[in-house]
């Protein structure tokens, strides 16, 4: 037998280790305005830190390539439940030297180090210097792409003088039917071209061709007010305004390709399938329902091209699919779509129940290659009462992602975490073992004892006139625990099969609007009704052999 006395000094030993361990630092987060860029064109690099480093950072090995015309550091200080802290940036404007491939190198904070990223730097698409102080590109990033992917257009207002205002003009394209999306609002920032400065005003959109043929983007235009000279305008509203034309863009828009055969044409840079399930998978109840969510994302589509997961019937398991939620996120890259289902499942019986796999193709744009994104099938244990799901040995099942990512290597913060909480659980075991074990052998007992029925009946009532579908099937178990007590009634399956198939019928309508959340409301009048008149049968019958359907814990 293990000594008491050894486990509990060990246990102590753990709580004191964690507790000297160095806090760790939280990651550093480094993000870019744009990539790729152009040669002699300034971005922006930020680092941002939860926490002030104690020496400024060195930022010397960007020199290499890149001119740092500025670098601005902020700091943010929040109290967050009482938690102070203080966030700081540092805000670097750089412009690379020449054409290529670069490395933005790892930066030292204190004892971290920020992540090294790649930067494509990519030639000026002005080849000599304008003629005119004021000029407008309007720029594609790709000249051939296929129908329903997406296209980047840039639309770039260069001066070398100092304007007031600006206005691009719309876009027009009228031979291909086009769906247009704004990517946020112009940025600012500066290039140089052939050693002389211009201040750049930038807007994109992503464009969705919906036909194939030749796409055509009619020159664009933009309205520039120039600064008033004039001594008695001291607002400077009354300058000289100038229009620009800009050239015509031309896109070759393909069709499909003949080898995708799949329902849904999803042509994208990434694609993502994957779920997560809201609940412990291994403590799985008849009649008790579990949330398994499915999430969809990609890289270069909107959330409404991404396609309804087609749900495959599982045999002794109702599903209840909600509505989808829909999400655009818009960078200067693009647009990411994402979709999320969720399902929830109720298995009718204890058992053994395979959940098929879902299998999505889709065109890779990076490869030019078809691909299919898969969740592997599963078995599911269900268990006819919470303890016996708990006592089955049966592996955690976590949530399976689709695509495989990389992961980045746990913070020692967590480890020391992990540690402190089994020495937490391992101070409660203790307890329990030594001073807590006839209170808690005693629990089951208590556990067993129905709740009363007036009470039950109050509470069904009360949920029933109220319409509050949520609170009338926790009540409606607690009745039927109270109605056929001592008779053990561990979920609404085995009631169901107690109370007959118009019974069974109401409690399928209950989950359908629960679940499913349907857009007609849920309405308890019906349900009571047949709960009052079960009620009196069973009062009737109970001293003779009862009339109703037998309990049947299994279904």
Known sequence: MVNPKLIFIMAISLILAGLWAPSATAEIEVSIDRNPVQVNESFQLVFSLEQSPDREPDFSSLRQHFLILGNNRSSTISIINGEYRRSVKYNLQLMPKQVGEFMIPAIRFDQERSKAFQIT??????????????????????????????VILSLRLLSATGISAYQFGDILIENIDTVVEPLGDAREYQTRIADKSYLVLEQRFALFPQQAGRLEVAPLSVEVRLPSRSNFDPFRRGGEVRRLNSQPVYIDVEPIPPEFKAPHWLPARRLELRENWQGDLNALVAGEPITRSLTLVADGLTAAQLPQLELTPIDGIKQYPDQPGLENSRSNNGIRGKREQKVALIPGATGRYRVPEINLSWWNLQTGQ??????????LLVSATAAAAIS??????????????????????????????????????????????????????AALEPPALGEARSQLRRACETADA??????????????????????????????????????????????AKTRDSWQGAELLRLCQQLEQDYAQDQPRETRLMPLNPVG
């Not at 480890?415 to 329990?432: E, F, K, R, V």
């Open 121 to 150: 730097v990519k030639p000026s698409s002005l080849a000599a210097q304008p003629q005119d102080p004021l000029v407008l590109e309007v720029l594609a990033d790709k000249t051939e792409a296929y129908v329903q992917s997406q």
């Open 370 to 379: 078809l691909e299919i994104a898969t969740i592997p099938e599963r078995e």
């Open 392 to 445: 089955a040995p049966e592996p955690v099942i976590e949530a399976v992602p689709a695509v495989s990512a990389p992961v980045a290597e746990s913070s020692r913060f967590w480890l020391w975490l992990s540690l402190l909480l089994a020495c937490g659980w391992g101070l409660s075991a203790l307890y329990w073992w030594f001073g807590a074990r006839p209170a808690a052998a005693a629990a089951p007992l």
């Open 470 to 515: 949520g609170a009338a099937r926790s009540a409606l178990l607690r009745w039927g625990q109270a109605l056929l007590a001592p008779r053990p009634v561990h979920n609404l399956h085995q009631l169901c099969n107690y109370a007959g198939p118009e019974f069974a019928r109401q409690v399928e309508i209950l989950n359908t609007s629960l679940y």
